[in-house]
């Protein structure tokens, strides 16, 4: 069983930065694909990022430039570094996981079989 914890969310000032991170546990490593997405009320759930066993990220096209997907193996952590937050970032943040793959599929949120309970983040000045 896969177990996922997000931290790191909180409130911040169009501009600022925050970074996240996604514990992983349940697994003897994050040597499959994982992902960040966003949910704000009313709307489907966005892929932000993600990162394959090699390190390649993939970025939804609103975030480019500005978000930073990484992952530690030596603390089965993934992070998402946040810099230049704007307004319309404001969601809760969800890390994903696909245990199947070592290559990632894609952003959407089918390919995704694991996930975290969510760490919301407020910009608003």
């Known amino acids: 069983q896969l177990t996922l914890v997000e931290s790191g969310g909180g409130s911040v000032q169009p501009g600022g930065s925050l970074r996240l991170s996604c514990a992983v546990s349940?697994?003897?490593?994050?040597?499959?694909?994982m992902a960040w997405f966003r949910q704000v009320p009313g709307k489907e759930r966005e892929g932000v990022a993600n990162?394959?066993?090699?390190?390649?990220?993939v970025y939804a096209e609103s975030v480019k430039g500005r978000f930073s997907i990484s992952r530690d193996k030596d603390k089965n952590t993934l992070y998402l570094q946040m810099n230049y937050l704007k307004l319309e970032d404001t969601a809760v943040y969800y890390c994903?996981?696909?245990?199947?793959?070592?290559?990632?599929?894609?952003?959407?949120?089918?390919?995704?079989?694991?996930w975290g309970q969510g760490t919301p983040v407020t910009v608003s000045t």
């Open positions: 349940g697994s003897p490593g994050i040597n499959f694909c």
């Open positions: 994903a996981a696909d245990r199947r793959m070592r290559l990632c599929q894609g952003l959407g949120a089918r390919w995704y079989d694991n």
């Open positions: 990162i394959n066993i090699w390190n390649s990220s």
